[in-house]
């Protein structure tokens, strides 16, 4: 699929065009993110400098900036529109990446909750397919709102990684959720809910050598990184888990992060 603007992983245009130069790239991106909405001068002023080093010539720059995006936007089928006080970017949902994952995930997960695994388990598997790289806007500084925004954009991925997880489970294909989840946990290890299903799957197995080492890995990590010990409810799960037979119909995820 083409899209006019791709943002999750190195920012481009028409799928193959990467943004050259980090202020573009940073304005592009917070439009990109406010699609079809004014964004005001003092916005994009606080996504492409640090508080105490915006330059008098602010306002310029972001002009100039604005200018060497036109030529690619244009071609792309994309406006970039100069209005009072700010700018808007004219681009349909369907034309941005960012956006189209998000209708899927969203459609994954209604289908999960609706008890349809298998059409969970594609929409879910269609939105993970549009990223390029574990962040949103590779390379692009956090600054002001972009740390929001972007943050938020990589906690869906994570969210949507946990959710095609669960559909899998559901859909009768532990093997693959656990794949998914050792993914998941090696670029975010402090997920509850991801150790939570993790657990799951291998009962589900019938691995109970691996449901202990999974909850021994967790209790390490939590220890290390934050000094505690791991959320009580997965504690519970795993003495749980110990006294079912492989097979049995597990405990619902809970919705932690």
Not at 4 to 10: D, F, K, P, T, W
Not at 80 to 102: E, K, P
Not at 141 to 148: A, D, T
Request: hydrophobic fraction near 45%.
């Amino acid at each position: 699929m083409r899209f006019a603007l791709r943002l999750l992983g190195s920012v481009e245009v028409d799928s193959s065009s990467a943004v050259r130069g980090v202020k573009p790239r940073a304005l592009l991106a917070t439009l990109a993110l406010q699609p079809n909405r004014t964004v005001s001068l003092d916005l994009l002023a606080e996504a492409l400098w640090e508080p105490s080093e915006v330059p008098r010539s602010a306002v310029a720059n972001v002009r100039t900036y604005a200018n060497t995006l036109r030529g690619a936007l244009g071609r792309a089928g994309v406006e970039l529109i100069n209005q009072a006080g700010g700018y808007v970017l004219r681009v349909a949902a369907q034309r941005c990446d960012h956006l189209m994952f998000g209708e899927l995930a969203d459609a994954g997960r209604a289908a999960l909750a609706d008890g349809h695994a298998e059409q969970a388990v594609a929409s879910l598997h269609a939105a993970l397919d549009l990223w390029r790289g574990t962040d949103a806007a590779g390379g692009v500084p956090r600054l002001g709102p972009l740390h929001g925004w972007l943050g938020c954009l990589d906690q869906e991925r994570l969210r949507a990684s946990e959710n095609l997880a669960e559909a899998l489970l559901a859909a009768g294909d532990a093997r693959c959720a656990v794949r998914e989840l050792r993914r998941l946990l090696a670029v975010a290890p402090l997920r509850t809910r991801a150790w939570w299903l993790r657990m799951s799957a291998h009962h589900r197995l019938g691995e109970h050598d691996a449901v202990s080492t999974t909850f021994r890995e967790a209790t390490r990590v939590f220890h290390d990184e934050l000094g505690l010990d791991p959320d009580p409810a997965l504690r519970e799960l795993y003495r749980t888990l110990l006294s079912w037979p492989p097979g049995g119909v597990d405990l619902p995820a809970p919705a932690l992060s």
